[in-house]
Protein backbone atom coordinates (compact mmCIF):
# COMPACT_ATOMS: atom_id res chain seq x y z
CA UNK A 1 0.00 0.00 0.00
CA UNK A 2 2.73 2.11 0.78
CA UNK A 3 4.47 1.50 -2.34
CA UNK A 4 1.23 2.44 -4.27
CA UNK A 5 0.74 5.42 -2.73
CA UNK A 6 3.81 6.76 -2.68
CA UNK A 7 4.13 7.44 -6.85
CA UNK A 8 0.56 9.11 -6.33
CA UNK A 9 1.63 11.55 -3.65
CA UNK A 10 4.54 12.19 -5.23
CA UNK A 11 3.33 13.02 -8.42
CA UNK A 12 0.44 15.05 -6.58
CA UNK A 13 3.33 16.84 -5.15
CA UNK A 14 5.39 17.99 -8.82
CA UNK A 15 1.69 18.72 -9.96
CA UNK A 16 0.92 20.94 -7.10
CA UNK A 17 4.93 22.49 -7.73
CA UNK A 18 3.87 22.63 -11.26
CA UNK A 19 0.67 24.54 -10.70
CA UNK A 20 2.74 27.60 -8.92
CA UNK A 21 6.15 27.01 -10.98
CA UNK A 22 4.79 27.33 -14.43
CA UNK A 23 2.62 30.57 -14.05
CA UNK A 24 5.89 32.20 -12.69
CA UNK A 25 7.96 31.28 -15.53
CA UNK A 26 5.35 32.26 -18.33
CA UNK A 27 5.30 35.77 -15.95
CA UNK A 28 8.95 36.06 -16.06
CA UNK A 29 9.18 34.87 -19.93
CA UNK A 30 6.12 37.36 -20.50
CA UNK A 31 8.10 40.76 -18.94
CA UNK A 32 11.17 39.53 -21.26
CA UNK A 33 9.13 39.51 -24.38
CA UNK A 34 7.07 42.77 -23.71
CA UNK A 35 10.16 44.29 -23.17
CA UNK A 36 12.01 42.83 -26.20
CA UNK A 37 9.10 44.61 -28.04
CA UNK A 38 9.44 48.23 -26.26
CA UNK A 39 12.93 48.10 -26.88
CA UNK A 40 12.72 47.22 -31.24
CA UNK A 41 9.71 49.52 -31.09
CA UNK A 42 10.67 52.28 -28.79
CA UNK A 43 14.95 52.15 -29.37
CA UNK A 44 15.22 55.54 -28.87
CA UNK A 45 13.85 55.24 -24.98
CA UNK A 46 16.15 54.39 -21.74
CA UNK A 47 14.88 50.80 -20.42
CA UNK A 48 13.30 52.56 -17.35
CA UNK A 49 10.36 54.24 -19.70
CA UNK A 50 9.23 50.46 -20.59
CA UNK A 51 6.43 50.26 -17.73
CA UNK A 52 5.40 53.55 -18.68
CA UNK A 53 5.32 52.85 -22.53
CA UNK A 54 3.04 50.23 -21.77
CA UNK A 55 0.61 52.34 -19.89
CA UNK A 56 -1.71 53.30 -22.94
CA UNK A 57 -5.41 54.57 -23.21
CA UNK A 58 -7.99 53.54 -20.37
CA UNK A 59 -4.63 53.18 -18.44
CA UNK A 60 -3.63 56.75 -17.76
CA UNK A 61 -7.39 57.64 -16.60
CA UNK A 62 -6.44 54.68 -13.94
CA UNK A 63 -3.22 56.45 -13.24
CA UNK A 64 -5.33 59.08 -12.32
CA UNK A 65 -7.87 57.45 -10.84
CA UNK A 66 -5.05 56.08 -8.33
CA UNK A 67 -3.85 59.30 -7.65
CA UNK A 68 -6.56 61.75 -7.09
CA UNK A 69 -9.87 59.47 -7.24
CA UNK A 70 -12.71 60.66 -8.90
CA UNK A 71 -14.26 63.61 -10.09
CA UNK A 72 -16.26 66.00 -8.68
CA UNK A 73 -19.00 67.87 -10.69
CA UNK A 74 -17.86 69.87 -12.73
CA UNK A 75 -14.85 68.42 -13.89
CA UNK A 76 -11.92 70.23 -12.73
CA UNK A 77 -10.43 69.25 -15.47
CA UNK A 78 -13.23 71.20 -17.66
CA UNK A 79 -14.36 68.14 -19.90
CA UNK A 80 -17.14 66.47 -20.01
CA UNK A 81 -16.22 62.57 -19.60
CA UNK A 82 -16.14 62.35 -15.72
CA UNK A 83 -14.25 59.56 -14.53
CA UNK A 84 -17.22 58.01 -13.02
CA UNK A 85 -17.17 55.79 -16.11
CA UNK A 86 -14.02 53.62 -14.44
CA UNK A 87 -15.42 51.10 -11.74
CA UNK A 88 -13.47 51.49 -8.51
CA UNK A 89 -12.36 48.32 -7.05
CA UNK A 90 -8.78 47.98 -8.96
CA UNK A 91 -8.09 51.98 -9.28
CA UNK A 92 -8.84 52.46 -5.37
CA UNK A 93 -6.64 49.22 -4.28
CA UNK A 94 -3.57 50.73 -6.10
CA UNK A 95 -4.19 53.36 -4.61
CA UNK A 96 -4.15 52.38 -1.31
CA UNK A 97 -1.18 50.39 -2.12
CA UNK A 98 0.86 53.07 -3.59
CA UNK A 99 0.09 54.80 -0.03
CA UNK A 100 2.68 52.39 1.61
CA UNK A 101 5.06 51.82 -1.57
CA UNK A 102 7.81 54.32 -2.25
CA UNK A 103 7.13 53.84 -5.73
CA UNK A 104 5.67 55.94 -9.01
CA UNK A 105 2.03 54.69 -9.16
CA UNK A 106 2.19 53.20 -12.50
CA UNK A 107 4.95 50.93 -11.21
CA UNK A 108 3.33 50.05 -8.49
CA UNK A 109 -0.24 49.38 -10.56
CA UNK A 110 2.71 46.99 -12.49
CA UNK A 111 3.63 44.94 -9.96
CA UNK A 112 -0.03 44.76 -8.33
CA UNK A 113 -0.87 43.64 -11.80
CA UNK A 114 1.25 40.80 -12.36
CA UNK A 115 0.74 39.27 -8.85
CA UNK A 116 -2.94 39.38 -9.28
CA UNK A 117 -2.69 37.89 -13.46
CA UNK A 118 0.13 35.46 -10.96
CA UNK A 119 -3.15 34.52 -8.45
CA UNK A 120 -5.69 34.41 -11.16
CA UNK A 121 -3.44 31.92 -13.45
CA UNK A 122 -2.91 29.22 -10.07
CA UNK A 123 -6.20 30.03 -8.85
CA UNK A 124 -7.41 28.85 -12.43
CA UNK A 125 -6.77 25.24 -11.51
CA UNK A 126 -10.03 23.54 -10.82
CA UNK A 127 -11.35 24.59 -13.67
CA UNK A 128 -8.98 22.78 -15.95
CA UNK A 129 -10.13 19.12 -14.44
CA UNK A 130 -6.74 18.19 -14.29
CA UNK A 131 -5.71 18.66 -17.52
CA UNK A 132 -1.95 20.28 -17.39
CA UNK A 133 -1.38 21.28 -20.66
CA UNK A 134 -4.67 23.36 -21.10
CA UNK A 135 -3.51 25.00 -17.49
CA UNK A 136 0.20 25.24 -19.16
CA UNK A 137 -1.67 26.99 -22.30
CA UNK A 138 -4.00 29.28 -19.72
CA UNK A 139 -0.76 30.39 -17.83
CA UNK A 140 1.28 31.23 -20.89
CA UNK A 141 -1.88 32.79 -22.34
CA UNK A 142 -2.34 35.39 -19.31
CA UNK A 143 1.17 35.95 -18.36
CA UNK A 144 3.39 35.83 -21.96
CA UNK A 145 1.06 36.07 -24.35
CA UNK A 146 -0.76 38.24 -26.98
CA UNK A 147 -2.65 40.23 -24.70
CA UNK A 148 -0.69 40.24 -21.42
CA UNK A 149 -0.07 43.90 -21.33
CA UNK A 150 -3.62 44.22 -20.55
CA UNK A 151 -2.74 41.94 -17.89
CA UNK A 152 0.40 43.52 -16.35
CA UNK A 153 0.00 47.30 -16.75
CA UNK A 154 -2.64 49.03 -15.28
CA UNK A 155 -5.99 48.18 -16.66
CA UNK A 156 -9.46 46.29 -14.47
CA UNK A 157 -8.60 43.26 -16.34
CA UNK A 158 -6.35 41.57 -13.52
CA UNK A 159 -8.67 41.46 -11.04
CA UNK A 160 -11.88 41.04 -13.42
CA UNK A 161 -9.78 38.08 -14.62
CA UNK A 162 -8.60 37.23 -11.09
CA UNK A 163 -12.46 37.92 -8.94
CA UNK A 164 -14.33 35.86 -12.34
CA UNK A 165 -11.48 33.03 -11.91
CA UNK A 166 -12.93 32.82 -8.42
CA UNK A 167 -16.57 33.28 -8.91
CA UNK A 168 -16.14 29.98 -11.25
CA UNK A 169 -14.23 28.06 -9.09
CA UNK A 170 -16.73 28.30 -6.24
CA UNK A 171 -19.70 27.92 -8.32
CA UNK A 172 -18.27 24.47 -9.00
CA UNK A 173 -17.67 23.65 -5.99
CA UNK A 174 -21.32 24.46 -5.27
CA UNK A 175 -19.97 27.25 -2.48
CA UNK A 176 -22.55 29.67 -2.97
CA UNK A 177 -22.01 32.11 -0.27
CA UNK A 178 -18.00 31.85 -1.92
CA UNK A 179 -19.19 32.76 -5.14
CA UNK A 180 -21.40 36.05 -4.23
CA UNK A 181 -18.75 37.20 -1.87
CA UNK A 182 -16.46 37.12 -5.24
CA UNK A 183 -19.40 38.66 -7.26
CA UNK A 184 -19.24 41.53 -4.79
CA UNK A 185 -15.69 42.27 -5.65
CA UNK A 186 -16.16 41.49 -9.59
CA UNK A 187 -19.00 43.90 -9.58
CA UNK A 188 -17.54 46.73 -8.44
CA UNK A 189 -14.21 45.74 -10.55
CA UNK A 190 -16.78 46.14 -13.88
CA UNK A 191 -20.07 46.69 -14.52
CA UNK A 192 -20.76 43.50 -16.57
CA UNK A 193 -19.56 41.70 -13.07
CA UNK A 194 -22.98 42.14 -11.89
CA UNK A 195 -24.10 39.46 -14.21
CA UNK A 196 -22.17 36.83 -12.28
CA UNK A 197 -25.22 36.83 -9.98
CA UNK A 198 -27.49 35.34 -12.47
CA UNK A 199 -24.39 32.46 -12.87
CA UNK A 200 -24.88 31.87 -9.53
CA UNK A 201 -29.20 31.30 -9.60
CA UNK A 202 -28.81 29.61 -12.68
CA UNK A 203 -25.84 27.12 -11.00
CA UNK A 204 -27.78 26.46 -7.64
CA UNK A 205 -30.50 26.00 -9.76
CA UNK A 206 -28.77 23.59 -12.17
CA UNK A 207 -27.71 21.79 -8.87
CA UNK A 208 -31.09 21.16 -7.68
CA UNK A 209 -31.44 19.31 -10.51
CA UNK A 210 -28.91 17.71 -10.61
CA UNK A 211 -29.85 16.65 -6.94
CA UNK A 212 -33.30 15.90 -7.62
CA UNK A 213 -33.48 14.55 -11.07
CA UNK A 214 -36.23 17.41 -11.58
CA UNK A 215 -37.14 21.24 -11.52
CA UNK A 216 -39.92 20.72 -9.96
CA UNK A 217 -40.02 22.15 -6.65
CA UNK A 218 -36.96 24.60 -7.33
CA UNK A 219 -38.49 27.49 -5.90
CA UNK A 220 -39.55 26.00 -2.34
CA UNK A 221 -35.82 24.69 -2.02
CA UNK A 222 -34.49 28.34 -2.86
CA UNK A 223 -36.76 29.31 -0.08
CA UNK A 224 -35.75 26.96 2.31
CA UNK A 225 -32.10 27.66 1.79
CA UNK A 226 -31.76 31.29 3.34
CA UNK A 227 -28.38 30.99 2.96
CA UNK A 228 -28.28 31.07 -0.90
CA UNK A 229 -30.66 33.47 -0.66
CA UNK A 230 -28.51 35.84 1.35
CA UNK A 231 -25.00 35.28 -1.54
CA UNK A 232 -27.90 36.23 -4.12
CA UNK A 233 -28.70 39.34 -2.72
CA UNK A 234 -25.15 39.88 -1.53
CA UNK A 235 -23.28 39.20 -4.78
CA UNK A 236 -24.28 42.78 -6.47
CA UNK A 237 -23.53 44.52 -3.57
CA UNK A 238 -20.14 45.88 -5.47
CA UNK A 239 -22.46 48.01 -7.98
CA UNK A 240 -24.90 48.97 -5.30
CA UNK A 241 -22.01 50.17 -3.49
CA UNK A 242 -20.33 51.99 -6.07
CA UNK A 243 -23.96 53.97 -7.00
CA UNK A 244 -24.80 54.85 -3.42
CA UNK A 245 -21.28 56.48 -3.80
CA UNK A 246 -21.91 58.19 -6.46
CA UNK A 247 -25.49 59.38 -5.65
CA UNK A 248 -23.58 60.39 -2.63
CA UNK A 249 -20.46 62.21 -4.47
CA UNK A 250 -22.26 63.57 -7.65
CA UNK A 251 -26.18 62.93 -7.04
CA UNK A 252 -26.59 60.62 -9.75
CA UNK A 253 -26.25 56.84 -8.84
CA UNK A 254 -25.98 56.32 -12.48
CA UNK A 255 -23.35 58.30 -13.38
CA UNK A 256 -21.22 55.86 -14.26
CA UNK A 257 -23.77 55.14 -17.63
CA UNK A 258 -24.62 58.91 -18.29
CA UNK A 259 -20.59 60.07 -18.69
CA UNK A 260 -20.57 57.48 -21.53
CA UNK A 261 -22.20 60.51 -23.72
CA UNK A 262 -19.11 62.16 -23.16
CA UNK A 263 -17.32 59.56 -25.49
CA UNK A 264 -20.08 60.12 -27.72
CA UNK A 265 -20.06 56.38 -28.19
CA UNK A 266 -23.15 55.26 -30.96
CA UNK A 267 -25.72 53.35 -29.69
CA UNK A 268 -27.52 50.74 -31.56
CA UNK A 269 -28.09 47.13 -32.29
CA UNK A 270 -25.14 44.79 -31.27
CA UNK A 271 -25.48 42.54 -34.94
CA UNK A 272 -25.76 45.80 -36.71
CA UNK A 273 -22.47 46.77 -35.38
CA UNK A 274 -20.81 43.26 -35.59
CA UNK A 275 -21.77 43.22 -39.44
CA UNK A 276 -20.52 46.82 -40.02
CA UNK A 277 -17.26 45.89 -38.37
CA UNK A 278 -16.48 42.60 -40.81
CA UNK A 279 -17.42 44.61 -43.75
CA UNK A 280 -15.47 47.60 -43.35
CA UNK A 281 -12.95 46.14 -45.80
CA UNK A 282 -9.79 47.71 -46.01
CA UNK A 283 -9.09 50.01 -49.20
CA UNK A 284 -5.74 48.75 -49.76
CA UNK A 285 -4.26 44.89 -49.76
CA UNK A 286 -5.67 42.65 -47.76
CA UNK A 287 -4.80 43.04 -44.16
CA UNK A 288 -7.78 43.27 -41.96
CA UNK A 289 -9.19 46.48 -40.55
CA UNK A 290 -9.19 47.60 -36.78
CA UNK A 291 -13.38 47.63 -36.71
CA UNK A 292 -12.76 43.93 -38.61
CA UNK A 293 -10.55 42.61 -35.98
CA UNK A 294 -12.93 43.96 -33.27
CA UNK A 295 -15.66 42.39 -35.00
CA UNK A 296 -13.74 39.09 -35.33
CA UNK A 297 -13.30 38.99 -31.57
CA UNK A 298 -16.83 39.40 -30.92
CA UNK A 299 -17.66 36.96 -33.27
CA UNK A 300 -14.85 34.36 -32.18
CA UNK A 301 -16.63 35.11 -28.32
CA UNK A 302 -19.89 34.24 -29.38
CA UNK A 303 -18.52 30.84 -30.69
CA UNK A 304 -17.03 29.43 -27.53
CA UNK A 305 -19.54 30.74 -25.54
CA UNK A 306 -22.05 28.08 -27.77
CA UNK A 307 -19.68 25.59 -27.44
CA UNK A 308 -20.05 26.64 -23.81
CA UNK A 309 -23.64 25.64 -24.13
CA UNK A 310 -23.55 23.03 -25.92
CA UNK A 311 -20.97 21.44 -23.03
CA UNK A 312 -23.89 22.49 -20.63
CA UNK A 313 -21.55 24.65 -18.81
CA UNK A 314 -24.68 27.30 -18.56
CA UNK A 315 -23.89 29.55 -15.51
CA UNK A 316 -20.71 30.40 -17.39
CA UNK A 317 -22.10 31.20 -21.31
CA UNK A 318 -24.70 32.77 -19.32
CA UNK A 319 -22.14 34.70 -17.87
CA UNK A 320 -19.98 35.23 -20.87
CA UNK A 321 -22.98 35.49 -23.67
CA UNK A 322 -24.66 38.73 -21.20
CA UNK A 323 -20.67 39.87 -20.16
CA UNK A 324 -19.95 40.75 -24.14
CA UNK A 325 -23.30 41.48 -25.55
CA UNK A 326 -23.92 44.20 -23.20
CA UNK A 327 -20.94 46.38 -24.42
CA UNK A 328 -21.73 45.74 -28.08
CA UNK A 329 -24.73 48.01 -27.87
CA UNK A 330 -22.07 50.44 -27.43
CA UNK A 331 -20.35 49.32 -30.72
CA UNK A 332 -17.10 47.81 -31.10
CA UNK A 333 -15.05 49.55 -28.97
CA UNK A 334 -12.49 47.19 -26.88
CA UNK A 335 -14.34 44.06 -27.61
CA UNK A 336 -11.18 42.28 -28.21
CA UNK A 337 -9.70 43.21 -24.48
CA UNK A 338 -13.61 42.55 -23.27
CA UNK A 339 -13.27 39.54 -24.58
CA UNK A 340 -9.70 38.57 -23.97
CA UNK A 341 -10.67 38.88 -20.35
CA UNK A 342 -13.64 36.65 -20.62
CA UNK A 343 -12.82 33.77 -18.31
CA UNK A 344 -15.13 30.98 -19.12
CA UNK A 345 -14.62 31.35 -22.73
CA UNK A 346 -10.44 31.72 -22.61
CA UNK A 347 -10.21 28.83 -20.28
CA UNK A 348 -12.81 26.77 -22.53
CA UNK A 349 -10.18 28.01 -25.62
CA UNK A 350 -6.88 26.79 -24.18
CA UNK A 351 -8.64 23.15 -22.97
CA UNK A 352 -9.42 23.31 -26.82
CA UNK A 353 -5.87 23.64 -28.00
CA UNK A 354 -4.55 21.25 -25.48
CA UNK A 355 -6.89 18.62 -26.60
CA UNK A 356 -3.79 16.88 -29.05
CA UNK A 357 0.05 16.74 -28.18
CA UNK A 358 0.63 18.76 -31.57
CA UNK A 359 -2.01 21.27 -31.26
CA UNK A 360 -0.15 21.94 -27.51
CA UNK A 361 2.79 22.57 -28.98
CA UNK A 362 1.64 24.54 -31.47
CA UNK A 363 -0.36 26.76 -29.67
CA UNK A 364 2.30 27.78 -27.06
CA UNK A 365 4.56 28.44 -29.86
CA UNK A 366 1.96 30.25 -31.27
CA UNK A 367 0.98 31.86 -27.88
CA UNK A 368 4.34 33.02 -27.32
CA UNK A 369 5.47 34.50 -30.76
CA UNK A 370 2.03 36.99 -30.47
CA UNK A 371 3.20 37.69 -27.00
CA UNK A 372 6.28 39.65 -28.88
CA UNK A 373 4.45 40.96 -31.85
CA UNK A 374 0.82 41.94 -30.49
CA UNK A 375 2.91 44.09 -27.94
CA UNK A 376 4.41 45.55 -31.02
CA UNK A 377 1.10 46.73 -32.55
CA UNK A 378 -0.10 47.83 -28.75
CA UNK A 379 3.21 50.21 -28.60
CA UNK A 380 2.09 51.19 -32.42
CA UNK A 381 -0.94 52.69 -31.07
CA UNK A 382 -3.25 49.69 -33.17
CA UNK A 383 -6.73 51.32 -32.40
CA UNK A 384 -8.55 47.75 -32.60
CA UNK A 385 -6.77 46.89 -28.71
CA UNK A 386 -8.02 49.82 -27.26
CA UNK B 1 -23.18 23.50 12.74
CA UNK B 2 -21.26 24.85 9.99
CA UNK B 3 -21.92 28.62 9.06
CA UNK B 4 -21.67 27.74 5.75
CA UNK B 5 -24.68 24.83 5.92
CA UNK B 6 -28.57 26.31 5.84
CA UNK B 7 -30.22 26.33 9.09
CA UNK B 8 -33.15 24.52 9.69
CA UNK B 9 -36.59 26.34 9.09
CA UNK B 10 -37.95 27.99 11.71
CA UNK B 11 -34.46 28.45 14.08
CA UNK B 12 -32.88 31.47 14.92
CA UNK B 13 -30.44 31.38 12.66
CA UNK B 14 -32.60 31.21 9.99
CA UNK B 15 -34.88 33.87 10.76
CA UNK B 16 -31.67 36.00 11.09
CA UNK B 17 -30.66 35.40 7.78
CA UNK B 18 -33.61 35.65 5.94
CA UNK B 19 -33.88 39.01 8.58
CA UNK B 20 -30.65 39.66 6.64
CA UNK B 21 -32.05 38.97 3.48
CA UNK B 22 -34.70 41.35 3.75
CA UNK B 23 -32.46 44.22 5.08
CA UNK B 24 -30.16 43.84 2.39
CA UNK B 25 -33.09 43.94 -0.17
CA UNK B 26 -34.40 46.98 1.19
CA UNK B 27 -30.70 48.80 0.77
CA UNK B 28 -30.62 48.04 -2.26
CA UNK B 29 -34.14 48.89 -3.42
CA UNK B 30 -33.51 52.34 -1.78
CA UNK B 31 -30.16 53.03 -3.71
CA UNK B 32 -31.93 51.73 -6.97
CA UNK B 33 -34.99 54.13 -5.90
CA UNK B 34 -32.12 57.16 -5.78
CA UNK B 35 -30.69 56.16 -8.67
CA UNK B 36 -33.74 56.39 -10.64
CA UNK B 37 -34.43 59.80 -9.28
CA UNK B 38 -30.90 61.91 -9.41
CA UNK B 39 -30.10 65.01 -7.76
CA UNK B 40 -27.96 67.20 -10.34
CA UNK B 41 -27.09 70.66 -11.02
CA UNK B 42 -29.57 71.66 -14.64
CA UNK B 43 -26.32 71.50 -16.74
CA UNK B 44 -25.68 67.68 -15.81
CA UNK B 45 -29.06 66.61 -16.81
CA UNK B 46 -29.58 68.76 -19.89
CA UNK B 47 -26.21 66.97 -21.10
CA UNK B 48 -25.84 63.45 -19.39
CA UNK B 49 -30.00 62.81 -18.48
CA UNK B 50 -31.90 64.02 -20.71
CA UNK B 51 -30.05 64.78 -23.80
CA UNK B 52 -31.23 68.15 -24.61
CA UNK B 53 -28.16 69.66 -25.07
CA UNK B 54 -25.00 68.42 -26.57
CA UNK B 55 -22.71 71.44 -25.84
CA UNK B 56 -22.51 71.33 -21.80
CA UNK B 57 -21.00 74.54 -20.56
CA UNK B 58 -17.75 74.47 -18.71
CA UNK B 59 -16.32 77.62 -16.60
CA UNK B 60 -13.94 79.63 -18.87
CA UNK B 61 -13.00 83.45 -18.51
CA UNK B 62 -13.39 84.39 -21.49
CA UNK B 63 -10.10 86.52 -21.20
CA UNK B 64 -9.84 88.43 -24.75
CA UNK B 65 -8.71 91.78 -25.78
CA UNK B 66 -11.14 93.71 -28.10
CA UNK B 67 -10.55 93.84 -31.44
CA UNK B 68 -7.79 91.10 -31.08
CA UNK B 69 -8.54 88.55 -34.21
CA UNK B 70 -7.66 85.06 -32.66
CA UNK B 71 -6.72 82.28 -34.74
CA UNK B 72 -8.48 78.78 -34.29
CA UNK B 73 -5.91 76.67 -36.55
CA UNK B 74 -3.48 74.91 -34.81
CA UNK B 75 -0.85 76.22 -33.79
CA UNK B 76 -2.35 79.82 -33.46
CA UNK B 77 -3.84 81.37 -30.21
CA UNK B 78 -4.50 79.45 -27.20
CA UNK B 79 -8.41 79.65 -27.16
CA UNK B 80 -9.58 77.28 -24.25
CA UNK B 81 -10.82 80.47 -21.73
CA UNK B 82 -12.99 81.33 -24.47
CA UNK B 83 -14.43 78.08 -25.53
CA UNK B 84 -17.19 77.30 -22.91
CA UNK B 85 -18.48 73.79 -24.97
CA UNK B 86 -18.68 71.96 -28.61
CA UNK B 87 -15.72 72.66 -30.11
CA UNK B 88 -12.23 69.61 -30.79
CA UNK B 89 -9.32 70.74 -31.75
CA UNK B 90 -7.27 72.50 -33.30
CA UNK B 91 -6.43 70.59 -36.28
CA UNK B 92 -4.88 72.06 -38.99
CA UNK B 93 -7.71 74.21 -40.73
CA UNK B 94 -9.45 74.95 -37.90
CA UNK B 95 -11.81 74.17 -34.51
CA UNK B 96 -14.31 71.17 -35.36
CA UNK B 97 -18.24 71.98 -34.39
CA UNK B 98 -18.96 68.85 -32.51
CA UNK B 99 -22.74 68.22 -31.64
CA UNK B 100 -25.62 70.61 -32.19
CA UNK B 101 -24.83 73.76 -30.51
CA UNK B 102 -21.58 75.41 -29.65
CA UNK B 103 -20.54 78.48 -27.30
CA UNK B 104 -17.65 80.97 -27.76
CA UNK B 105 -17.51 83.64 -24.84
CA UNK B 106 -15.79 86.84 -24.95
CA UNK B 107 -14.81 88.91 -21.26
CA UNK B 108 -16.27 92.35 -22.69
CA UNK B 109 -15.88 94.38 -19.71
CA UNK B 110 -18.30 97.31 -18.86
CA UNK B 111 -18.56 98.35 -22.15
CA UNK B 112 -22.19 99.10 -23.66
CA UNK B 113 -21.70 99.82 -27.38
CA UNK B 114 -22.67 97.93 -29.77
CA UNK B 115 -20.09 95.42 -31.20
CA UNK B 116 -19.51 93.29 -34.36
CA UNK B 117 -18.50 89.41 -33.89
CA UNK B 118 -16.50 88.36 -37.32
CA UNK B 119 -16.63 85.06 -37.44
CA UNK B 120 -14.45 83.10 -40.20
CA UNK B 121 -16.25 79.23 -40.99
CA UNK B 122 -15.49 76.17 -43.44
CA UNK B 123 -18.20 73.44 -43.84
CA UNK B 124 -17.08 70.08 -43.62
CA UNK B 125 -17.36 67.94 -46.76
CA UNK B 126 -18.56 64.63 -45.89
CA UNK B 127 -20.44 62.71 -48.27
CA UNK B 128 -23.92 63.31 -48.42
CA UNK B 129 -23.66 66.71 -46.51
CA UNK B 130 -25.30 69.79 -47.54
CA UNK B 131 -25.11 73.42 -46.87
CA UNK B 132 -24.33 74.36 -43.33
CA UNK B 133 -26.67 76.86 -41.44
CA UNK B 134 -25.53 78.74 -38.21
CA UNK B 135 -27.85 80.52 -36.39
CA UNK B 136 -25.75 82.37 -34.05
CA UNK B 137 -26.92 84.44 -30.63
CA UNK B 138 -25.65 86.67 -28.07
CA UNK B 139 -26.59 86.79 -24.73
CA UNK B 140 -30.10 84.83 -26.05
CA UNK B 141 -30.54 87.79 -28.58
CA UNK B 142 -30.55 86.41 -32.30
CA UNK B 143 -28.05 88.13 -34.07
CA UNK B 144 -28.11 86.32 -37.21
CA UNK B 145 -28.00 83.28 -39.22
CA UNK B 146 -25.67 82.22 -42.48
CA UNK B 147 -25.63 79.53 -44.50
CA UNK B 148 -21.98 77.89 -45.59
CA UNK B 149 -21.91 75.58 -48.58
CA UNK B 150 -20.31 72.43 -48.61
CA UNK B 151 -16.58 72.80 -48.19
CA UNK B 152 -16.26 76.40 -48.65
CA UNK B 153 -15.31 79.01 -46.22
CA UNK B 154 -16.93 81.63 -44.82
CA UNK B 155 -16.44 85.50 -43.32
CA UNK B 156 -19.58 86.64 -41.79
CA UNK B 157 -19.75 89.24 -39.69
CA UNK B 158 -22.55 89.43 -37.02
CA UNK B 159 -24.07 92.84 -35.41
CA UNK B 160 -24.08 92.35 -31.46
CA UNK B 161 -26.91 95.23 -30.00
CA UNK B 162 -25.64 97.91 -27.78
CA UNK B 163 -26.22 96.40 -23.91
CA UNK B 164 -26.48 93.03 -24.57
CA UNK B 165 -23.45 92.72 -21.82
CA UNK B 166 -24.42 95.89 -19.65
CA UNK B 167 -25.25 92.98 -16.89
CA UNK B 168 -22.03 90.54 -16.88
CA UNK B 169 -19.59 92.49 -19.09
CA UNK B 170 -19.42 88.81 -20.68
CA UNK B 171 -20.35 88.09 -24.14
CA UNK B 172 -22.14 84.46 -24.42
CA UNK B 173 -22.38 83.58 -28.34
CA UNK B 174 -24.44 80.70 -29.09
CA UNK B 175 -23.88 78.40 -32.56
CA UNK B 176 -26.30 76.53 -33.17
CA UNK B 177 -25.82 73.86 -36.69
CA UNK B 178 -29.31 72.30 -37.58
CA UNK B 179 -27.70 70.62 -40.44
CA UNK B 180 -25.02 68.78 -38.43
CA UNK B 181 -25.15 64.78 -40.00
CA UNK B 182 -23.56 62.13 -38.32
CA UNK B 183 -20.96 61.24 -39.76
CA UNK B 184 -21.49 57.54 -38.90
CA UNK B 185 -24.84 55.59 -38.69
CA UNK B 186 -25.43 55.32 -35.03
CA UNK B 187 -23.17 57.66 -34.03
CA UNK B 188 -24.02 59.83 -30.90
CA UNK B 189 -25.01 63.16 -31.64
CA UNK B 190 -22.20 64.64 -29.86
CA UNK B 191 -20.13 63.05 -32.64
CA UNK B 192 -22.01 65.30 -35.30
CA UNK B 193 -20.05 67.61 -37.85
CA UNK B 194 -21.03 70.45 -39.99
CA UNK B 195 -18.37 73.26 -39.98
CA UNK B 196 -14.61 74.48 -38.19
CA UNK B 197 -13.82 77.56 -37.07
CA UNK B 198 -10.91 79.49 -38.05
CA UNK B 199 -11.30 82.70 -36.90
CA UNK B 200 -12.96 84.99 -34.92
CA UNK B 201 -12.62 89.04 -34.30
CA UNK B 202 -15.40 91.23 -31.85
CA UNK B 203 -14.50 95.15 -32.68
CA UNK B 204 -16.38 98.06 -30.99
CA UNK B 205 -18.89 99.34 -33.39
Not at chain 1, 211 to 234: E, V
Request: aromatic share 12%; hydrophobic share 50%; with cysteine.
Amino acid sequence: MQHMLQPASTTSRSRTALIFVLPLLFLVIGLALRFLAFRVAQPEAGPSAFITAMCRWDCGWYVKMAQTGYDPFPIPSRINAGNWAFFPFYPLLVGAIRLVLPFPTIVTASIVSLLTTYAAAVIAWPLFERNLRAFTLYAAYLLSGPFAFYFTSFFTEPMFVLTMTVVFVMLKRSNYMGAGLATVLLSATRIVGVFATLSLIVQAALDHRAATGSWRGLIGAFLKRPNLLLAIFIAPLGLFAYMAFLNFYIGDGLAFQHTQRAWGRPYGNPIFFVWQGLTAWPNTGFWPTSSQWLAGAAVLGFVLTLVLAWRRQWAQALFAFVSLTLPLFAGLASVIRFTAAMVPITVLAMQLLASRRWLFALSLLGIIVLGYVIPLAWLGNNVALV
Amino acid sequence: MSLLSDPKPGSPRFVATYGAVALLALIELVILWQAIHPNVPEAYRAYYIDHTTTCMRQPVTGAYTMGTTIDFRSGGSDTTELRPCGWEGPVGNGMHLLGETARLRFATGTTTEAMTLTLEMTADDIEGMSDQRVVVSANGTPVGTTTIPRGQTVTVPFAIPAGVTADTGLLDIVLDVPDAVRSRPGDSNTRKRSIKLTEATLTPN
